[in-house]
């Protein structure tokens, strides 16, 4: 067992590892700025309940009685922590290069596309435990019935030599790992432009051992080069295609070779999701029938759609959606059930907001319809030392001159004075806790 410190390890990533070699049985001690703010932060709670220690984010917390330090991509090289690191000589990770370490010592199955993955490992890490397979858990997103324990829920300890991951492509680390499953969702802009994501997702398909599972109805991965891939699709053929779908308010329900399924979350975007986890589980041997037994129970990922109110007459939702093409599936979703919503949208920092300008303006011109209303707020802004030139309002402006209802909203408590305009509220946006927070304000004020 090893003594192990990380900085940074309240962000999403770097808690599931802290807490998945916690319950694995090895010393942590970690630290984090948004826990120096805010002792009482709920991560920092459930991070001590593990067993981890939480020390100042000064570098007063290292030594050299540490096997090694895992550093978050989100700590500057400037940061005291990294500092004492250095003088005291311990060998020094990053959080991408230790996830590439334990991934090789497991049978382990990846999980990539620049959306969906979050939910789609969540669910076959669920579907996994309910089969009583004892999988590995290392995610982003917090799976709900895993926080049942008082878990945060993003990683989950087995006795097996599975492990599921999130191959995420924002840092380009993907293409060192060698799983011996990739499921690959769909490719579309996000961190990085498309070519450069199509090129890591082809590394990944080549350093795969047994077999890549994809989207046969993703244009842009469609043109992606792998050997022999197992496809599911809704719209073309393919090994694992779903047929009979019902997309309802709250659920969908569909047929799969002959077994049929419910699924307990909304929109095409979930159906796609469970179908990747259906023909990946189904190649391992597993039967349908049961998979269409276990898969209803499955309840979601913190902040996909999460309802914080529907009396009937007012909804309230919160969701993770921020690159277009989340955004686009949300808003799909958002209309099959209401009528008349107000979308309140966080863009999340200035590098992507820049990346992905013109991709969210097309989006929100595209979807917006007659009653529908945008509110934007200003754009989050985590630290760091991206430039700070592109507003929400640069993206207002040119989704107001295309005729669509948008505008900027530079208090969140501005919106409360004209709750009764509408009766339903979509907020979303990444990697900011606090709009869980206002959306459930919202749902508050509503009642």
């Known amino acids: 067992m090893a003594k192990i410190f990380f900085s940074g390890v309240g962000g999403s990533g770097m808690s599931a590892i802290a807490c998945f070699m916690a319950g694995k049985g090895n010393v942590i001690v970690g630290s984090d700025r948004s826990f120096d703010r805010d002792p009482d932060n709920h991560i920092c709670k459930v991070l001590k309940e ?18 090694f330090a895992v550093f978050s991509t989100a700590v500057e090289d400037d940061q005291p922590e990294v500092r004492k690191a250095r003088e005291t000589g311990i060998p020094v990770k990053t959080r991408p290069e230790y996830l590439r370490e334990i991934i090789g010592t497991y049978e382990t199955i990846a999980v990539g596309g620049t959306s969906g993955k979050s939910t789609t490992a969540g669910m076959l890490a669920f579907l996994m435990k309910q089969l009583n397979m004892e999988p590995n858990f290392i995610g982003g997103g917090r799976v709900k019935q895993f926080r049942e324990a008082g878990a945060l829920g993003n990683s989950l300890v087995g006795k097996s030599d599975l492990l599921i991951v999130e191959a995420c492509e924002s840092d380009g680390s993907l293409i060192h790992y060698q799983p011996s499953f990739s499921l690959i969702g769909n490719l579309s802009l996000d961190h990085n432009p498309i070519e450069e994501t199509a090129a890591m997702f082809e590394a990944l398909g080549r350093n795969t051992k047994k077999k890549v599972i994809m989207n046969a109805d993703d244009r842009n991965l469609s043109r992606c080069n792998f050997a022999k891939p197992v496809r599911f699709s809704v719209d073309s053929e393919s090994e694992y295609r779903a047929t009979n779908i019902d997309y309802k308010p709250f659920g969908t329900t569909f047929t799969l070779r002959g077994a049929e399924f419910h699924l307990s979350l909304p929109g095409k975007y979930n159906l796609y999701n469970a179908i990747a986890c259906i023909a990946l589980l ?136 004209r709750l009764r305009e509408w009766n339903t509220y979509i907020v979303f946006g990444a990697r900011d806790e606090s709009l869980s927070d206002f959306a459930r304000e919202i749902a508050g004020r509503l009642r």
């Open 50 to 67: 593990k067993g981890v220690t939480i020390v100042p984010q000064d570098g007063s917390g290292i030594d050299t009685s540490f096997d």
């Open 282 to 417: 189904s190649e391992q041997g597993v039967d349908l029938k049961r998979l269409a037994e276990i898969i209803p129970e499955f309840l979601g990922i913190e902040r996909r759609f999460d309802v914080h109110l529907n009396d009937g007459a007012h909804l309230v939702i919160d969701d993770y959606a921020h690159n277009p093409h989340k955004i686009e599936s949300l808003m799909d979703c958002a209309g099959r059930i209401r009528t008349k919503i107000c979308y309140i949208f966080q863009p999340h920092g200035y590098g992507p907001t820049r990346l992905m300008k013109e991709g969210y303006v097309e989006t929100f011109i595209r979807n917006l319809r007659e009653g529908d209303h945008l509110f934007l707020l200003p754009v989050f802004y985590a630290g760091g030392t991206s430039a700070k030139n592109i507003s929400s309002e640069d993206l207002g402006r040119e989704i107001q001159s295309a005729g669509k209802s948008a505008e900027v909203l530079p208090e969140r408590s501005a919106l409360f004075s």
